[in-house]
C-alpha cells in the first residue's frame, strides 16, 4: 500500500501498524482519551468507524459500538448487518438505536418533514443520539471515525463561506461539560485511502456502496477538488488541515466560545441547545406531525 | 482483463497487460480516491496488471456516489 503524502510503500503489516501508530499519535498528541477511560465509537457498518473500532481495541481501549438506524431501506439494514458481524467476530459490546423503531420516523422522512436537506436531519440526529448515549451510559468519550479527507474537506467548505464559529469548533477534540460528552476524532492523520485499505488487508468486511441520500452532495464536490490538487502535490490536504490546527485555530476558538455561552437544556429532553428547542425535538416533532 | 467499478457497479472489459496508473487515467480515476486490487490483492500505484487479472477499482470517497 503506498501512501504518497509520506513519500513511503507498506507491506502490510508494516500498513496495518502505520495505521495503528497514527492512531495513537493523534490520540496522544490531542489528549484524547485517558488510561482507563471508556470509549463509545459512533459505528455506522462503512470502513472509517469500523477501522476505528478495531484500532482502538488492539490498542487496548475499553470502546463499545453505537450504531444508529437510519431506516434507509437496503442501505441501512446492510450496514447494520456488517456492524453486528464486526462486533461478533471480536466479542464486542454493541448498542444499537433504531430511530425508526425509537422515534417513529426514518431519514428521508424526517427530512422532508423538517424540510432539511437528508444529510442534515442524519447528522443532528446522530449527533444527539451519541452525546446522549455516552452520557446515559457513563462513557468519558465519543469518538467518530471523521478522517484527514472529512476534516479537510470541513475545513474547505468553512473557509469558503468563512464561517468563524463553525471554524472556531473544527478541532480533533471538543471538550465535554454542558451537558455534551467529550468527543473525539482519533483518525484525522488517516486518509480515506488508508483506512479503506486497512479494512481490506485486516479482512474487515464493510459497506462499500454509499449512502442513496448523500449522492451529489457539496461535501462530495469539496473532496474532489482537494483530491485534484493532491493528485499533483501529495501532502497538500495534510498541509492545509494541520496547518489550519496549528496556527488558524487559536485565532477563531473565541467565536465558537462564544456561542457555548448561550447553551442551556432543551425543555423536550435536556439536551443542550441554543435554540427553544432543540433540533432533534424539532425535527421528532415535524416527523410526528407529518404523520 | 477484467475491470470492475463501483458506486455504480459495473465491469468493463479492456487490454492487458496495463500499468495501474494509465488504468486510472483512461477510467478518469484519481489515484487519491480509489484503492485498486487484483485478483483480490492491493497493488500500489506503480504495479503492473496482467491481462488474465481482475481488476477491482474500489472507491474510497465517503458522502456521495460519483
Known amino acids: 500500500m503506498d501512501v504518497r503524502r509520506h513519500n513511503a510503500a507498506f507491506c502490510a503489516p508494516c500498513f496495518t501498524r502505520h495505521c495503528r501508530e497514527q492512531v495513537k499519535r493523534a490520540i496522544d498528541s490531542y489528549k484524547m482519551v485517558a488510561p482507563g477511560e471508556r470509549v463509545l465509537v459512533a459505528v455506522s457498518g462503512g470502513k472509517d468507524s469500523l477501522a476505528l473500532w478495531d484500532i482502538l481495541l488492539e490498542l487496548g481501549y475499553h470502546a463499545d459500538g453505537l450504531y444508529i438506524g437510519l431506516g434507509i431501506g437496503d442501505y441501512s439494514d446492510e450496514s447494520a448487518s456488517f456492524t453486528r458481524e464486526f462486533a461478533a467476530q471480536r466479542s464486542a459490546d454493541l448498542i444499537e438505536i433504531s430511530i425508526p423503531g425509537e422515534f417513529g420516523f426514518d431519514i428521508p422522512t424526517g427530512a422532508r418533514a423538517a424540510k432539511r436537506a437528508p444529510c442534515s436531519a442524519c447528522g443532528l440526529s446522530k449527533r444527539h443520539l451519541f452525546n446522549k448515549a455516552a452520557l446515559d451510559g457513563g462513557y468519558d468519550v465519543v469518538a467518530t471515525g471523521h478522517n484527514l479527507d472529512d476534516e479537510a474537506a470541513v475545513l474547505f467548505g468553512n473557509v469558503l463561506r468563512w464561517d468563524l464559529a463553525y471554524l472556531g469548533r473544527q478541532y480533533p477534540v471538543l471538550p465535554g461539560g454542558l451537558g455534551f460528552a467529550r468527543k473525539v476524532k482519533p483518525l484525522v492523520r488517516l486518509g480515506e485511502r488508508e483506512t479503506a485499505a486497512y479494512c481490506v488487508l485486516k479482512g474487515i468486511d464493510y459497506i462499500v456502496e454509499e449512502c442513496p441520500m448523500s449522492a451529489g452532495n457539496r461535501h462530495l464536490g469539496y473532496k474532489e477538488a482537494l483530491n485534484a490538487i493532491e493528485q499533483t502535490s501529495p501532502g497538500s490536504k495534510a498541509a492545509f488541515y494541520f496547518g489550519f490546527l496549528e496556527r488558524i485555530v487559536p485565532m477563531v476558538q473565541p467565536a465558537a466560545e462564544e456561542e457555548r455561552g448561550g447553551l442551556h437544556p432543551c425543555p423536550g429532553c435536556g439536551s443542550p441547545t441554543v435554540s427553544e428547542v432543540c433540533a432533534f425535538c424539532k425535527l421528532v416533532s415535524r416527523a410526528a406531525e407529518r404523520g | ?66
Open chain 2, 1 to 66: 482483463m477484467k475491470v470492475l467499478l463501483r458506486n455504480p457497479r459495473r465491469e468493463l472489459e479492456l487490454p492487458g497487460p496495463l500499468a495501474v496508473q494509465a488504468l486510472l487515467s483512461s477510467l478518469g480515476c484519481n489515484r487519491e480516491s480509489v484503492l485498486v486490487m487484483v485478483d483480490g490483492t492491493l497493488v500500489t500505484g506503480d504495479a503492473t496488471i496482467p491481462d488474465s487479472a481482475t481488476v477491482e477499482i474500489r472507491p474510497v470517497i465517503s458522502g456521495g456516489s460519483s
